[in-house]
C-alpha cells in the first residue's frame, strides 16, 4: 500500500559537495591558501528534499512542496528528482536555487556555506495556503526549520486545522527557535533535534541543564524523564541524534505511556563514508514504518537501517534504501 506522504518545503535542492575521501591526506588545520587533493561530487541535498527521496524509496508516495530559482541548479533538480512527486515545486525567476557547499573531513562535514536568502525572502504564507489541499490529504507533514518564521506558522495552522501529524527537524542550532516563534510548536507531534539542538530546545521550554546531559543517551533519557512535562510538549515521537553515542527515544505506547530506549549507532565509526543525510534517512524510515502500522519498536529499527545504508556512501540518500525494508 503505497500512502500519500508530504513534505513540507525545504530549499536546498541542490549540493555542491567537496567529498574527502582521501582524508588521510588532509590536514586538520587548511588555514594556509593550499589546494588538496580529493573528489568533488555535485548531488541532491537539503533536509526535506533528502525525506522525500528516502520515503519515495521506501515505497511512499512523497509529496514535495518547494521552490527552486530558473537557473542550472533547478534543472539538475528536475533531472535527478523522480523519486517523488515534484508538481508543487514553483519556478522562482531571477533567483539562485538554494545551494549549499560542505567540506567533509574524514565523514565528518568540517563546515558549510549555503546560499539561501534570495529564494527563502521570496516566500510567502500564501504559498502554504495554495498547497492546502495536498497538506490535508498527508499522513505525515515534515517541515524543516530553514523556512522563513511566517511560511512555518502557515504550515502549522494548517496541520492544526485538520489534525496531521508534523515531524519537525531543526536542522541547526540557531534555526530551532523557529518554530517556538510560531506560537504554535504544539502542534508539532515528533521532533528530531541532534544533542546542540537538544540544549536549545531545552533552553527555550525554560529547563536548566549542563551540557554534559549529551554525553550519553542514557543521560539524556534520564533528565527527559525527570523534565518530561516541559520538554515533549505534545510530541509523541521525540529523538535526540548523538552522533556515534547513538540516540536517545522516547514516546507513546499504544496506551498513550512514555517508553524511553536508547539506539546504538547505525554504523562502526571506521565504516563511515559521510554523515550527511543519515538523519534524514533515519527519520524517514521511522515515519514510513509508521504509516504503515509498524511499532514504534519496528520503525525505528527501519530508521536504523536507512541510516546505515546512508552512512555508507557519498549520496545524500542510500539506492539501497527499499520497501524490502518495511516487509
Not at 48 to 59: K, Q, S
Not at 245 to 262: C, I
Request: aromatic letters at 6%.
Amino acid at each position: 500500500m503505497r500512502l500519500p506522504i508530504c513534505i513540507k518545503y525545504q530549499f536546498q535542492c541542490c549540493v555542491t559537495r567537496l567529498m574527502n575521501r582521501y582524508s588521510r591526506q588532509v590536514p586538520e588545520q587548511n588555514d594556509d591558501g593550499g589546494s588538496y587533493n580529493g573528489q568533488v561530487v555535485q548531488r541532491m541535498g537539503g533536509v526535506a528534499r533528502n525525506h522525500a527521496e528516502a520515503l519515495g524509496r521506501l515505497g511512499c508516495d512523497s509529496v514535495f512542496i518547494s521552490a527552486i530559482g530558473d537557473d542550472q541548479n533547478g534543472q539538475f533538480f528536475r533531472q535527478h528528482s523522480d523519486r517523488f512527486d515534484v508538481n508543487r515545486v514553483k519556478v522562482i525567476p531571477h533567483k539562485p536555487t538554494c545551494t549549499y557547499l560542505a567540506v567533509n573531513v574524514r565523514g565528518n562535514v568540517r563546515y558549510g556555506i549555503v546560499t539561501c536568502e534570495p529564494l527563502l525572502n521570496s516566500l510567502t504564507p500564501a504559498l502554504v495556503e495554495s498547497n492546502e489541499d495536498v497538506l490535508e490529504c498527508a499522513d505525515f507533514i515534515l517541515l524543516d526549520a530553514n523556512l522563513p518564521v511566517p511560511v512555518m506558522m502557515k504550515t502549522l495552522e494548517i496541520a492544526k486545522k485538520h489534525n496531521k501529524r508534523v515531524w519537525f527537524e531543526p536542522t541547526d542550532l540557531d534555526k530551532v527557535k523557529k518554530v517556538f516563534d510560531t506560537g504554535l510548536v504544539g502542534a508539532v507531534t515528533a521532533a528530531s533535534p541532534n544533542g546542540n539542538e537538544f540544549l536549545k530546545w531545552a533552553k527555550l521550554c525554560n529547563v536548566r541543564l549542563d551540557p554534559f546531559v549529551i554525553d550519553t543517551a542514557d543521560n539524556v533519557l534520564e533528565f527527559i524523564e525527570r523534565e518530561k512535562t516541559k520538554l515533549l510538549l505534545n510530541t509523541s515521537v521525540f529523538v535526540v541524534t548523538l552522533a556515534h553515542k547513538g540516540s536517545a527515544v522516547v514516546y507513546r505506547n499504544d496506551l498513550g505511556q512514555l517508553e524511553f530506549q536508547s539506539l546504538p549507532p547505525p554504523l562502526q565509526m571506521d565504516k563511515i563514508v559521510s554523515v550527511s543525510g543519515a538523519g534524514d534517512s533515519f527519520n524517514s524510515g521511522v515515519i514510513a514504518g509508521l504509516v504503515h502500522n509498524k511499532s514504534v519498536v519496528e520503525s525505528l529499527q527501519i530508521g536504523q537501517e536507512c541510516a546505515r545504508l546512508t552512512l555508507q556512501t557519498s549520496l545524500a540518500v542510500s539506492e539501497g534504501i527499499n520497501p524490502h525494508l518495511l516487509a
